[in-house]
């Protein structure tokens, strides 16, 4: 029993940002899928709810579908997953298809997998049963994964509290520019706003960033200093 327990702890880990996504495999409603294997050189969201037919994840779920080419021109893919059979699964997106208007969605089709986890074997992979909150259902979280299959970003939320998707969308954005230009963004940055240059490795580079005169770049003190975005 005890070493049952102990494997199940470990199952249950959460991983931190920087480790490898763990891998898995599983049936969803798009067909079978290999993570990270189908995956490689795209980035992905994992994000979990609670069951089907519930109405915050009915919202959320709107919202991704809509957003998906959003996301899929970031070279990103979206996996939803809860606690629940592929027939309750697709009965539920049918509803969704057929019948729910929200917030001018209507007529939503969900292309994007599902995965079914009756066992939790994936969420207990990913530290998505918080025993608090229910044994019997996933919390609503969010893993953010990026081409090299490495968690970038994790994000959880009460089951009352539906998701943020243009917050997740500007995540995507700021992580991809931060990696690509070597850079960092400031609280509340948005697409196109100034961005923060690393910190200088000497007091020689201190001294001459401050006293700079480029029109690119300007600084608040020898620690904090911006690069100007062409608008």
């Known amino acids: 029993m005890e070493e049952q327990n102990q494997t199940q702890e470990a199952q249950s880990r959460l991983p931190l940002i920087g480790d490898p996504a763990p891998s898995f495999k599983a ?3 798009m067909g079978p899928i290999n993570f990270p294997e189908d995956y490689k050189g795209k980035w ?5 709810h609670p069951a089907d037919f519930t109405p915050v994840c009915t ?4 919202t991704f579908a809509t957003m998906q080419e959003d996301f899929r021109k970031l070279n990103t893919e979206l996996i939803g997953l809860s606690i629940d059979s592929i027939y ?5 997106l049918r509803t969704i298809k057929e019948k729910i208007e929200f917030n001018g ?6 292309n994007f997998p ?12 990913f530290g998505m049963i918080h ?10 979280a969010v893993f953010i994964m990026d081409p090299d299959s490495k968690v ?6 009460p089951l009352s509290t539906g998701r943020n998707m243009d917050e997740i969308k500007r995540m995507i954005i700021a992580m991809q520019k931060a990696d690509k230009e070597q850079i960092a963004t400031p609280a509340n940055w948005q697409p196109g706003d100034d961005v923060i240059v690393p910190p200088p490795g000497s007091c020689g580079t201190a001294r001459d960033r401050v006293e700079s005169k480029d029109d690119d770049q300007y600084c608040l003190d020898w620690f904090m200093c911006f690069r100007r975005e062409k608008k």
Do not use: C, G, P
């Not at 995965?115 to 939790?120: A, N, R, S």
């Open 105 to 110: 969605m209507k007529n939503v089709e969900v």
């Open 27 to 29: 049936k969803t409603t």
């Open 59 to 62: 919202t959320e779920f709107m």
């Open 114 to 125: 599902v995965i079914e986890d009756l066992k939790m074997h994936v969420s207990r992979k």
């Open 152 to 157: 970038r970003a994790i994000l959880y939320y």
């Open 88 to 92: 309750a699964h697709i009965a539920w």
């Open 44 to 48: 992905v969201i994992l994000f979990s």
């Open 131 to 140: 025993s608090n909150s229910s044994t019997t259902q996933a919390v609503r």
